[in-house]
């Protein structure tokens, strides 16, 4: 119930390509789904987040389209850029924990 | 500000020997955590404090002892370490409320080798 399963593991796109990358989870408790951005060496940061009452919510090239019904979120990344080479970890916040759960994370790589 | 600070960012460890992660923050936040990364794992709770003086176990947290020493400060202590222990450890803060709901600051990491 408390589980985000986040796919693909890993990731390659040519330069400006989409890159996407998907989560699903159970609990229906949940209400806030965060996206994490983490380069090499360095902590996780959050990038865009999404409240289940919008499908979508899009911030420069990145989107986030949240499916309430399909329990299911994905991060679309356009005109994808090799600094955008990082590991993306989805979330989700809610319910009686309190806590974010967390995706286990992909790892993107963007070839110039 | 310096946002979330971790000490130290690197350190060998020999099996059984002990050490103190330590962490501050200058946001100011309430709640503070720890987690560890491992490959194809994620982010892992191990321990979080949601106010000074409160702290509670997260999904990992054998092996680990933490110490809300103040608002700011929230130490990780492994008391006789293992090579399963070998990670990343980060820690982080967040001020939840209804403008940023849990939204967490994370520090940069210390990078843990067990032997």
């Known amino acids: 119930q408390q589980q985000v399963k986040q796919s693909p593991q890993s990731l390659i796109v040519q330069k400006g390509g989409i890159s996407i990358i998907n989560c699903a989870y159970e609990?229906?408790?949940?209400?806030?789904f965060p996206w994490y951005q983490q380069f090499p060496g360095k902590g996780p940061a959050l990038l865009i987040a999404?409240?289940?009452?919008?499908s979508e919510k899009k911030e420069g090239r990145f989107t986030i389209s949240f499916n309430k019904s399909a329990k299911q979120f994905s991060l679309h990344i356009m005109d994808s850029q090799p600094g955008d080479s990082a590991t993306y970890f989805c979330?989700?916040?809610?319910?009686?924990?309190?806590?974010?759960?967390f995706g286990t994370g992909t790892l993107l790589a963007v070839q110039p | 500000n310096a946002g979330v600070t971790q000490t130290p960012k690197f350190q060998v460890l020999k099996t059984g020997q002990s050490m103190t992660l330590q962490c501050a923050q200058d946001?100011?936040?309430?709640?503070m955590y720890w987690y560890r990364q491992d490959p194809g794992m994620g982010l892992r709770l191990i321990y979080y404090?949601?106010?000074?003086?409160?702290?509670d176990k997260g999904e990992v947290p054998n092996g680990y002892n933490v110490s809300r020493l103040n608002k700011r400060e929230f130490s990780l202590r492994l008391e006789s370490a293992a090579p399963s222990q070998t990670s990343v450890y980060f820690c982080?803060?967040?001020?939840?409320?209804?403008?940023?709901?849990?939204?967490?600051?994370f520090g940069p990491g210390t990078r843990l080798l067990v032997l």
């Open positions: 982080a803060s967040s001020e939840p409320g209804l403008a940023t709901m849990e939204t967490q600051y």
């Open positions: 609990n229906t408790a949940f209400d806030y």
């Open positions: 999404i409240r289940p009452d919008v």
């Open positions: 979330a989700a916040y809610g319910g009686a924990t309190n806590k974010l759960i």
């Open positions: 946001m100011n936040h309430n709640s």
């Open positions: 404090s949601a106010s000074e003086g409160t702290t």
